[in-house]
């Protein structure tokens, strides 16, 4: 069966300070791969997608990167942080655009 | 233009009451697909059920029920006799063949309350 872990579960930063949050998927090959941000209390906003190694699309451009090194690796990055990155990162995968999506546990992060 | 409206922010059911959630889309897609997910307060999305545009037929499982209807473009969420189990925010979401390649579109949520 397939997996996918996020960590950290939880981070507090200080606004300008560096990020790196981590999606793994275990199970499978090729998936496509997501990130979402959650602010409170609102949906979903897709940030980044993939479709293989190397291959991003951005969604939103912003002070956010995203880069996938290995096939079911996904990394969410930020040289530095804005009050209004705090919120709920999801990451998750598919097998096909078209199939559904299954979310990693999240990761919420507190800029101050 | 892909969109996904949940016009109910929330919604507050007494347990065993029965609770229908909305969800409307708009797409000038032929081939579509709809989908349901979970929030528990955990925060974990949980996926519940997928839907092609050319499969109208309602589909129930266990005390949930999907109501499809391609003339009012409406994708509806039933639950019978609630639990408090339930509690938690339910996102609807679309994409289609032209939506732009590999990203859905979700609704922004409707949360359920289910009191004991």
């Known amino acids: 069966s397939q997996t996918i872990h996020q960590w950290p579960a939880t981070l507090v930063q200080p606004v300008g300070s560096p990020l790196s949050l981590e999606c793994t998927v275990e199970?499978?090959?090729?998936?496509?791969l997501y990130w979402y941000r959650q602010a409170a209390g609102r949906g979903l906003q897709l940030l980044f997608y993939?479709?293989?190694?190397?291959?991003i699309s951005s969604e939103v451009p912003q002070n956010l990167s995203a880069s996938r090194p290995q096939d079911r690796q996904f990394i969410l990055s930020s040289k530095k942080l804005l009050l209004s990155d705090s919120g709920f990162y999801l990451c998750?995968?598919?097998?096909?655009?078209?199939?559904?999506?299954?979310f990693g546990p999240g990761t919420r992060l507190t800029v101050l | 233009a892909q969109k996904v409206t949940q016009a109910q922010t929330e919604i507050s059911v007494v347990e065993k009451e029965d609770v229908t959630l909305d969800c409307v889309y708009e797409?000038?897609?032929?081939?579509?697909?709809l989908f349901w997910y979970k929030q528990p307060p955990s925060g974990e999305l949980v996926f519940l059920i997928r839907r092609n545009s050319f499969d109208e037929q309602n589909e129930i499982s266990g005390r949930y029920s999907w109501n499809f209807q391609k003339s009012t473009s409406s994708f509806n969420f039933t639950i019978t006799a609630s639990q408090v189990v339930d509690s938690a925010v339910y996102f609807c979401?679309?994409?289609?063949?032209?939506?732009?390649?590999?990203?859905?579109?979700f609704g922004t949520g409707t949360r359920l309350k289910v009191l004991a």
């Open positions: 199970g499978t090959s090729n998936p496509n």
């Open positions: 979401a679309l994409t289609g063949t032209t939506s732009g390649t590999y990203k859905y579109i």
């Open positions: 998750a995968w598919s097998h096909t655009s078209w199939n559904e999506q299954f």
């Open positions: 993939s479709v293989g190694i190397g291959q």
């Open positions: 797409t000038r897609d032929t081939t579509y697909y």
